[in-house]
């Protein structure tokens, strides 16, 4: 969904970069289509901006005591795949001591796999919150959390370098 500037690239501060390339390409590894591996994991928002993101959403809202217990269950959720976007994207001692050495190509692929399925389980999770959400929103409520939604939960980022890759 799109980007506030709060996405791609690890150097220079932001989530997500490196300049890896993916792709077809020629032998320095630079990919015909220009991507970077940081612009496919563009969906990295920080969770100090998801969570302001959620607080202002709150506040624009202004849940009723009958709404609060499917906004704080939703909420909960938000903040627990954001929780885990952020510690993937974060470099763990490990990881940064191993960098220089060779990946086995199974245990990467594992370690992949177990990544992607803990978001989606994560992603999963916020649904049925959402939709429960909605059963008690007002019209106009609803409407807030339409427009604001794709920016908090796995927002596609917009992306002029990459357009193929604007999920």
């Not at 994207?89 to 245990?107: A, C, L």
């Not at 409407?143 to 604001?148: A, F, I, S, Y």
């Not at 939604?149 to 980022?157: C, H, M, N």
Request: proline content about 6%.
């Amino acid at each position: 969904m799109g980007s506030t500037g709060a996405g791609a690239g690890m150097s220079g501060g932001k989530r997500g970069g490196g300049g890896a390339r993916v792709g077809q390409g020629s032998q320095s590894g630079e990919a015909q289509n220009g991507c970077t591996l940081g612009q496919i994991n563009a969906d990295a928002v920080p969770y100090e901006l998801v969570e302001t993101r959620l607080q202002t959403l709150e506040a624009d809202v202004n849940p009723t005591p009958e709404q609060a217990n499917a906004w704080q269950d939703f909420v909960k959720r938000v903040r627990a795949y954001a929780t885990e976007v952020d510690r993937q994207h974060t470099p763990s001692h490990e990881q940064q001591g191993s960098s220089q050495q060779t990946v086995d190509g199974i245990k990467y692929m594992a370690a992949t796999v177990d990544r992607v399925r803990n978001r989606y389980t994560l992603l999963e999770n916020i649904e049925p919150a959402v939709k429960r959400l909605y059963k008690v929103l007002t019209p106009q409520q609803r409407t807030l959390v339409d427009m604001r939604l794709p920016s908090i939960v796995a927002p596609r980022f917009a992306n002029p370098k990459c357009p193929q890759l604007a999920y």
